[in-house]
C-alpha cells in the first residue's frame, strides 16, 4: 500500500515539474502519456525519459527545475516497476539516494561550465546523469 502512495506522490510531482518545464502543450502530452503507459508497458517509461531528456535539451530548459524534473521522471518511472516486482524497501532507499546524486554532479557539472562552453557542460550533466542511471539499475539486478 505504501509503495503505491509512492508512486502516486512521485507521479503527482512528475507531472507538476513537467507542467512546469513545457506548460500546456504537444511535449507536455507526449511525456505524460508515455510515463502513464509506463504502469502498463514497460518500454514506455524508457521512451517517457528519452523524450523528456531530448526535450529539455531542445528547450534548453536546465538549472534546478529541468534537474529535478529528470531526478523525478526516473523515480516514478522506476518506483513504478520497483512495486511491480514487490521490491524490498531497500530498492526503493538505493533508488532515492542514486537519483539525488544528481544534485552534486549537477554543482560539479556548472562549476566545469565556468571554464568550458556551455555545450560541453550539457554533455558532461547529461552523461553523468545516465551513468547514475545505469549505476542505479546494476545495483538494483543484483
Known sequence: MIRKLLT???LALFVLFVYIDFGVGVETAIVLV???LAILWEPAG?????TLGFFLVYRSVGGFVGLFTLIFA???IESVYLTKRNAPAEHYYVLFAG??????????AYLLSLYVPSF????????????LYVLFYI????
Open 34 to 36: 508515455l510515463g502513464f
Open 46 to 50: 524508457y521512451f517517457a525519459l528519452t
Open 99 to 108: 537519483t539525488l546524486l544528481a544534485v552534486p554532479v549537477y554543482y560539479f
Open 120 to 131: 560541453v557542460n550539457t554533455a558532461v550533466a547529461s552523461v553523468f546523469i545516465a551513468l
Open 139 to 142: 545495483i538494483v539486478k543484483r
Open 74 to 76: 526516473i523515480q516514478y
Open 8 to 10: 502516486a506522490g512521485l
